[in-house]
Structure formats: structure tokens, C-alpha cells
């Protein structure tokens, strides 16, 4: 992780940690960046090679315009910070050279498709997911929509510390402009709808949208696709996205499903790239459970690339005793979407995700969808004529707590030999029936001390006696 950038962008409080100034010189760094591959592409061009694939209709070059401009995508979430730091990006971007195509209120992995379908350079994402309203984050996606490389990331960071000078300013016809692009937002709609292969007529859905992103989105793709719809928590204000409601606050969506009687319910996250789900009974179907539902009817049906699914260190011994049970093999990577989603290009396997909700179907999306999720979830139980009570009936969950503990240092906790011995004592306690895993936090200043155990009490047993070690090192912030 770099100075700014963590897990999963550029994240921290509105105006305090991420502000203005900040967004602007990410425009500013991206706008020169990718004006340059732009620039690198004309003189290609120049040279004889074939422009075809990059230069978009009506800009090709004259004599008086020699070159297209960089074109990238922006799209936020609803917090009230978002369309601040919308303008502050455009700002950047345009007085760098390139155009800027607002896609306003939408979904992270909304930005990802149209960047990907549509030819962009890159795209910037606008939301600190689950975080509280304060919050704010920069996501930015690479023209094949997937997270920005990290050398990329690193370059913006010096830039941002003024370690690589002023850049240049476009002038004349060379400054960009702005572009509304809501139509690149209805074409995402328009690809979920296609994506079910059958009706669902009849079945009562129910959408937590978490006053966020998905708000606009969600509801119209059910509705197109024949379900009773019923929504909650879509009146996006400013201030109320995550609210104690979406993915994060699962348990109000759990009584709105056994309050309405409803087949099914799906809880979105701000930026609508995680999905938990709810079944007809208000069991909570969490990210390991909707790994286990969709990778066996892959292999059922013989499209589970490798015979293998993604997970992260974090998903639930019950899953991959599961796993094992049906066959299926498993890979295990760091905590966060972009880990796996590496590891699905590198060994060409097709699904993946983490027990938080982020589920990547490779077929048809390079990250994390909750949406695109809900869709898939959904054409198992039609297919198999099953609810999702009964399907995801077969795994049975290890008890699992963990506790977020606030620290002013996280590298001094991983690097504390008492802390180190506590885990390892750990560790040694639980055997093969359990197990202990203590990691930072990509976003925030914490550290996450997990236990798996057969009972609650030896999880809360093993991760308080860490936490303990860790109060009386003074290294927690109280």
C-alpha cells in the first residue's frame, strides 16, 4: 500500500484526508498521463501503423486537431462529498487535455463496463463503498476495467507530494471538456437484463439499495426481468447511504424478508460492487455461501473454468470442507477484490470472490458486481427450482467473530514479538478445528483479529486474548 492509495483506491474522510486539492491533481496526473499514450498513438500513426482500434469516429486527426484527447469516464456514488470531488476531477482532467464523461450517480462496476465496452482510457470512481457518508474515495480503472496498476498509483502519489514538477496546461483547442454520459449508464442496465436466461415471474425480490448507488439501478433491472419487486433504503439524501442499511447492516433487510414473506432478498453497499443475501427463512447468505451456490452449479454444468473458485484468506473453513466434499478445488488469496481477481487472470479461472459480498463471475465482469451477483444467484434457483434456503442448506458455517481493533500503528502491531506469541499460541490452541488470522486493514487504521473455532466461545476466547496482548503493549487506541 502506498502513501494514499490502499486496497481499494484513494480513501479517507471528505475535505480532511481526501479533499479537493487532492482530485484535482489525480485529473491533473491522469489527464497528462494518458494524453501522452494518446500522443505515443499518433506518432504510430504517423509512422504507417493501423489507428483503427484506438482513434474514436469523428476524431481521428486533421491537420488543425493532429490527435484525439484521453477520454475518461467518471461516475459516483450519492454521498453528499461525491459530486465536489466529480467537479474537482473534471477540472483536473480537462486542464490536462482530456475529455471528462460523467456518468453521474452510478455503480462501481457500472464505470467498469463502460471503460471496458466503450473504448475509455481509464475511469474514476467516486465512492468510499461501505464507509459512512464523511468518508470519500477515488477508485480508478484502467482501460480494460480492471484497478489501476499500482505503478500507476505511484506515480499520482509523487505527483500529489510534488515530486515530479508541475505538469504542462493544455491551451486552445488542446483543453477538454466535459461530456454527459447517463446513456453509458442505461447500456450497463441494459447488459444485466440480458444477462438472465429466464423469467422470474412470481418471485417476490426484495433490494436493500443502502441509499446508494444502486438506488437508480437495481430496481429497474428486476422489474424489466418479471419479479415482485419490493425495495427499501433507495432515497438517497447526502448523508444516509450505509445507514444501517445495505450489506454492512444486513439485519434489516433480514426482517424486511420475514415481515413481507418475500422469496429472496439482495442488501447492495454504496457502490453496489458487494452483495450479501437474505433467504426465504432470514438465514444471511453471505459471500462464502454465494461462492459455494454458484460454483457448484458451474460444475454441474461444466462451465467452472479449472474446476477451481478464488477465495481470500478470510472465506470460512465450512466452505472449503464443502469444497472438498463436491470436488471442487480452491485457491486462497490476500483480503481484497483486485487480489482476486489477479489470481482469475493469471490461472484463467472464472469465479471468485470474498465472504464480504465482492463476487466476480470473469465471464462477464472484472470486479466485483452485486447486481450482476443477484442476476446470477437468481438463475440458479430457477433453474434448479430450488430456494436458496435449500441450496446453500449444504454448507454448514464454522462459528467466525472478528473484531476490529483501532491502532496508531499498524506495522508495530504486525512487528510485536508479544502480540506474534499470542497469535501463535493461538493458533497452536485451535489445531485443525479452527484457526486465527490477524491482518491490516487496507482502508482504515486497523487491525482485524479473526477466530474460526467449533463454538463461539473459543472464537471469543482466542481473539480477546490477542486483543488483550495488544491493550497492554499500549498499542491500541482507545
Not at 359 to 373: M, N, P, Q, R
Not at 379 to 408: G, W
Not at 448 to 471: F, G, N, P, S, Y
Request: proline residues 2%.
Amino acid at each position: 500500500m502506498g502513501k494514499y492509495f490502499g486496497t481499494d483506491g484513494f480513501r479517507g474522510e471528505a475535505n480532511v484526508k481526501l479533499n479537493v486539492e487532492h482530485a484535482f491533481k489525480v485529473g491533473r496526473y491522469l489527464g497528462w498521463y494518458y494524453g501522452q499514450l494518446v500522443d505515443e498513438q499518433t506518432e504510430m500513426a504517423a509512422a504507417g501503423a493501423d489507428t483503427t482500434d484506438w482513434a474514436t469516429p469523428g476524431d481521428r486527426g486533421t491537420s488543425e486537431f493532429p490527435r484525439r484527447k484521453a477520454r475518461i469516464v467518471i461516475g459516483k456514488d450519492t454521498r453528499r462529498s461525491s459530486y465536489m470531488f466529480e467537479y474537482a476531477l473534471a477540472a483536473g482532467l480537462t486542464a490536462s487535455g482530456a475529455d471528462a464523461y460523467l456518468l453521474h450517480a452510478t455503480t462501481t462496476p457500472s464505470v467498469s463496463y463502460v471503460v471496458r465496452t466503450e473504448d475509455f482510457d481509464c475511469g474514476i470512481m467516486i465512492s468510499a463503498s461501505h464507509n459512512p457518508y464523511y468518508d470519500n474515495g477515488l477508485k480508478i480503472i484502467s482501460g480494460s476495467g480492471k484497478k489501476i496498476e499500482a505503478e500507476v498509483e505511484d506515480k499520482i502519489e509523487a505527483y500529489i507530494d510534488g515530486k515530479l514538477g508541475e505538469l504542462p496546461l493544455a491551451t486552445g483547442v488542446k483543453i477538454g471538456r466535459t461530456v454527459d454520459h447517463q446513456a453509458g449508464r442505461n447500456r450497463y442496465i441494459g447488459h444485466l437484463i440480458s444477462l438472465a436466461t429466464r423469467s422470474y415471474k412470481n418471485t417476490k425480490v426484495g433490494l436493500d439499495c443502502s441509499n446508494g448507488s444502486s438506488s437508480s439501478i437495481a430496481k429497474s433491472v428486476f422489474d424489466a426481468l418479471g419479479a415482485k419487486t419490493y425495495v427499501i433504503h433507495n432515497e438517497p439524501d447526502g448523508t444516509n447511504i450505509n445507514r444501517d442499511c445495505g450489506s454492512t447492516h444486513i439485519e434489516t433487510l433480514k426482517k424486511f424478508v420475514l415481515e413481507n414473506g418475500l422469496d429472496v432478498g439482495f442488501a447492495y453497499d454504496g457502490d453496489a460492487d458487494r452483495c450479501i443475501a437474505v433467504d426465504s427463512n432470514g438465514r444471511i447468505i453471505n459471500g462464502d455461501l454465494i461462492l459455494y451456490v454458484c460454483g457448484k452449479y458451474l460444475k454441474e454444468n461444466g462451465q467452472l473454468e479449472n474446476n477451481t473458485v478464488v477465495t481470500t484468506v478470510m472465506s470460512n473453513i465450512g466452505l472449503y470442507k464443502a469444497f472438498e466434499r463436491e470436488g471442487i478445488r480452491y485457491e486462497k488469496t490476500a483480503v481484497g477484490d483486485k487480489y482476486v481477481y489477479a489470481n482469475m487472470c493469471e490461472n484463467g479461472h472464472c469465479l471468485g470472490g470474498e465472504q464480504s459480498g465482492h463476487i466476480i463471475f470473469s465471464k462477464y465482469a472484472t470486479t466485483g458486481d452485486g447486481i450482476l451477483t443477484s442476476i446470477m444467484v437468481m438463475e440458479v434457483m430457477m433453474d434448479k427450482k430450488r430456494s436458496l434456503a435449500s441450496l446453500a442448506s449444504e454448507v454448514e458455517i464454522y462459528p467466525q467473530l472478528l473484531k476490529n481493533v483501532r491502532v496508531a500503528d499498524k506495522a508495530a502491531v504486525k512487528a510485536n514479538a508479544a502480540v506474534q506469541a499470542a497469535i501463535e499460541a493461538a493458533g497452536e490452541a485451535l489445531g485443525d478445528e479452527g484457526r486465527i488470522l490477524v491482518r491490516e486493514s487496507g482502508t482504515e487504521p486497523v487491525i482485524r483479529v479473526m477466530a474460526e473455532a467449533k463454538t463461539d466461545e473459543l472464537c471469543a476466547q482466542h481473539v480477546d486474548a490477542i486483543i488483550k496482548v495488544m491493550k497492554e503493549q499500549g498499542l491500541v487506541q482507545e
